[in-house]
């Protein structure tokens, strides 16, 4: 039995980690079951961390956690999204949202107003803003810091008047828009950070050699089979990542 652990729900639909499951019980010829775990977008240090523990074999994970701890992890095929701005590249944005009638022009706009994020060990919706106000701290810099999360939740929050802004995952703002297109009339792209390279798919570096090439050989095939159900929520294919893509 593999184990697969994913980090990325809700903000990435659900629905779509079970025909990943799929072709990789297919492609190895055992059970492969499927948890998730949302109070995080990955194990940082003193994170509970069922990947350096065991109890997950293969895990859908943000950057951050990623690079702390890729010593014991081997990075798996990624996949590429639809969004004509990743030019067919394994890569995504930090898209900052506001509300459509907001009077901000751009990012410094947003200095003394209420900043929520998904939560704090996530690239797109922490880090990369950590990253456009260094050195000030973001109690400094902002009105208020709302840890919502989910990128979902940061959404609703600026839709609801609760929050100012937020850095969204582009392909969980692209998903949420296709399923609720009203998302649209209400928010608005104030700016976007990226492209940065997609989040990564990882597993165990213990498990046997036979069962890692057979999981690399599913993920790259999964078009063939499941290309429709990708495809559905907003990604073409997987392609191989090399670790160096996540130096930074």
Avoid: K
């Avoid at 990253?131 to 940061?154: C, K, M, N, Q, W």
Wanted: net charge neutral.
């Amino acid at each position: 039995m593999l184990r697969l652990l994913t980090y990325l729900a809700p903000s990435i639909p659900a629905a779509f980690f079970r025909p990943v499951a799929d072709v990789i019980a297919a492609g190895t010829g055992v059970e492969v079951t499927l948890s998730f775990e949302q109070r995080i977008s990955g194990p940082m240090p003193g994170d509970e961390n069922p990947l350096a523990a065991g109890t997950a074999d293969v895990g859908f994970m943000c950057a951050p956690s990623y690079r702390w701890q890729r010593e014991r992890l081997e990075l798996l095929p990624v996949p590429v999204p639809a969004d004509e701005r990743a030019c067919g590249r394994p890569v995504y944005f930090g898209d900052v949202v506001v509300r459509r009638d907001d009077a901000a022009a751009s990012f410094v706009d947003l200095r003394g107003r209420r900043w929520a994020f998904n939560d704090r060990n996530s690239r797109s919706g922490w880090f990369c803003m950590l990253e456009r106000i260094a050195p000030a701290d973001p109690t400094e810099y902002f009105g208020a810091v709302i840890e919502a999360g989910s990128h979902l939740e940061s959404l609703r929050l600026i839709r609801a008047g609760l929050a100012d802004a937020a850095a969204i995952d582009s392909n969980a703002l692209r998903f949420a828009g296709r399923n609720d297109p009203s998302l649209r009339d209400e928010v608005r792209v104030l700016d976007t950070w990226g492209p940065f390279p997609i989040q990564p798919v990882v597993m165990r570096s213990t498990l046997p050699p036979a069962v890692r090439h057979a999981v690399r050989t599913a993920l790259l095939r999964a078009h063939e089979s499941v290309g429709d159900e990708l495809r559905r929520f907003g990604f073409l294919r997987f392609v191989d990542a090399s670790p160096a893509d996540y130096d930074r």
